[in-house]
Every structure is written in structure tokens, then in C-alpha cells.
């Protein structure tokens, strides 16, 4: 089965669309505001230098390699026990189970673009009192939007590779950067600016807790879209002769950099209006919408554009979540496009109806089993089990099962004088770092 290529900034834009989603918008700036920034904030660039780097670059070298989806990847290139090896692409499986509420989640912001165009919350109590009303009571409104959701991305998944996603994210990426990048500017020019800088950059060592380091290795992997075979599925459709490590390092450095600015504009914006850092999930729907009411129109017209970069910054990613399994149906099944992207979209929409059910008042208790809901159980088994445990794999397969000589023939001419030290770090430090990371989440190791 012949794949459609991407163009080569095709490719960039869709791997940096995948990368850049809610976890850099909504979840970076929070979890840096719980964590009592700088401190944290530099933790986290480290491990994605080290760790999120090297693991994209052995992602993206499964998928060049392999050419197909993930399973037959796997396959193909394991020298022996293909049959056992085949099993590391399942973990295609995590990124339906994670857009069943990545879609929800896009349903509430496609909520707020519309009730930033009305009117928007006068106060934080204010602004409460609707999320909360919209998760728990409103039923049909989440159903609608949801339901939006999942029409967009199906759609843009059965025009393929070409037509679909690298269209998508041809038009929706520049976007997202003029939007951030615009706000950002804005954002300089106030007084609050460098307070936010300071909250961002100054290390203050006393306020890192111990599980501030997990927290920054689980996040550097969720923002770059790694364990799941996103990236592998569209290395596969890579042109011939193309560069991994310079794809690998545009990638990290546009998810980096948009997380980097998206936190700066959000805590200048907050600080300017004596709102709090370390508000939490509800930086963006509870205390952003209020500070935005404080600035007047301008406030209206900012929370617009707002929203919509972060509804395309969710749609870049959903269409990377689901086509590692579309490609694995078209591949393995004779699935059409068609077909193969309507199932996996029925999927992850009916699934994601229960998850969104799960928050709402009338539902929540006969769907909470063990202290969580079904939507935090999806959250919590996806991100803490299966992505890391997808990166241990990965890492584990290009670092000792492809031979050697391989991975050296595609990577060393550009890597050069440092293949070897991308090489120990993807066989000792990433998979030791991910192994320890995935103890704490499930709660077997308490560091
Ligand atoms: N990286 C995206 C974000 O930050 C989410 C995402 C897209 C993802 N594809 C993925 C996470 C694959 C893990 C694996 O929101």
C-alpha cells in the first residue's frame, strides 16, 4: 500500500500541529503555575532537551524506517520475535482513548469562542459559576459542540494525508502563530510583563515538591505528542532523504516556543489584573474569561481570537491522535479511507459521549468508579500508563533491537560527533527517567 507524502513543510507544520495543542495552551501554564514556575519551568525545558528530544528522534526514525502504520513498523523492522515486537504499535489505541475527551474539550472551547462573541463573565465568581453550570448541568450544549467536534475532524481525516491534514494544518498553524505571537506582543507592552518574566524565568527552589520533576517529564511527553505513534505514523509519509534531526529540532523548538509565550501572555494578563498564577485546570476557562471582561472590548475581540487558536491548536492534534489507528485499519484491514476514519471517529465520539457524561451531575455517580470519573480514568491510563510506557518501548526498540549500523546510516551524517550521546541517552537516560516516571503515576513509587 503506497502512502501519499507530505511536502516537507507539510510535514513540519503537521508535526508541530500535533505537538502544539491544549497541552501547551490550557495545561503548560497551569501546571507551571502550581509548580511555583521558574523552578519548574526549567526542569521541564531540560527534560524535553534531553529525554523528549531524543525519544522524537527514534519516533521519527520507526515510522522513515518502517514506511507503514505503526504495528506493520514494528514488524518490519524487529530483526526477530516480529510477532511480539508488532504489539509496540498498538499503543496507536492510547490516541483514541485520548480523544475521547481531547474532544470534549475542544466541544467547551468552540462554547467559549461563542460566548466570548456574546457577552463574558463579569467576575471569577462569575466566570465559575458558568464552567461549572456548562460541565455539569448543560448537557445538550457540550453534546452539541462535541458532536461539531467530531464531524470536523472525521471530515479532515477521510481527505487523507495530503488533501486532509496537511491542508489543515497548512491553513490553521501560521494562524495560531500570528494569534499567539500578536498577543504576546500586546502582552510586552504592559506593565505587568515583567513580573510574568520573572514568574516564568527566576528559579525559586523552594517551591519545587518533589513530584514537580515527574510532573515535568509526563508533560514534556504529552506536548510532543510522544508514545503513541502520532509522530511514527507521519514519519511515514516523510519525503526520501529527509533530515530527522533538523524535523525533530523545528518541532521541539515551535512546541517549546508556543508554550513559553502562551505562559507569559497568560500570567501578564493575570498579574495586570490581580488574578492568581496558580489558579489551576480553570486558568483558562474561569480566571482567563474574567480578565478578559476587565479589558473591555478589547478584552472581547483578544478572548475571540483566543479561543479560536485554541480550537485549532486542539483540531492540529485530534487529527494526529486518530490517524495512527486510520492508518492501521486501512493497512492491515483494507479498510477505505472512508471507512477506516468513520470508525475510529464513531469511536472515540461515542466513547467521549460517556466521558462527558461522567461530569455532569445527573451521570457523575454511576459513572465514578474508585475516586475518579470516566474521564479522569482516561486522562489518568492514557497519560500516565500508556504514553510512558509507549516512549519506554520505543526507546527500548531503536536502542537495542534495530541494528546499530541502521540507526547510524540514517542518522549520523546528521547528527554527526553527537550520535553518541543521543544514542546513550535514548538506551540509559530517557528509558531509566520514563521507567521512574511511570512508578510515580501509578502510585507504586513515591519519590
Ligand atoms: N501534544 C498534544 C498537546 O499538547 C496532544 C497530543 C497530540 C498527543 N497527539 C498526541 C499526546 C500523541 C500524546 C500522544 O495537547
Redesign the pocket.
Known sequence: MKIARFSRIGFILAAAG???????IW?FPYIAGENGGGAFVLIYLFTVMFIGFSIMIAEMLIGYLGRRDGVSSFETLAPSNKSLWKYGGFMGM??LL?MTF?SVVIGWIFHYIFLALSALPASVSEAEVLFTGMLKDDISSQLIFHTIAFLLITTVLTRGIKGGIEKLNIILMPLLFVIVGGMFIYATTLDAFSQAWNFMFAPDWSKLNSDSFVTAVGHA????????G?ILTYSASLPKKSNLVTSSLIVVALDTGIALLAGLMLFTFLYEYGAEPSAGPGLVFISLPAVFYEMGVLGNFFAVIFFLALAF??LT??V??VEPMVQYGIERFKMSRLSASVAMGLFFYLIGIIALLSNTSAYSEALTFGGKNFFDWIDFITASIM?PLGGLIMSIFVGYIIEKERVESVLKPHLGFLFPIWYFSLRYVAPVALFIVMLNLMGILSL
Open positions: 500535533s505537538a502544539v495543542g491544549l497541552g501547551n495545561k492510547a490516541g485520548i481531547y511527553f504529552f506536548t510532543l505528542s510522544l508514545g503513541m502520532a491548536a486542539g492534534s485530534a494526529s491522535l504514553l
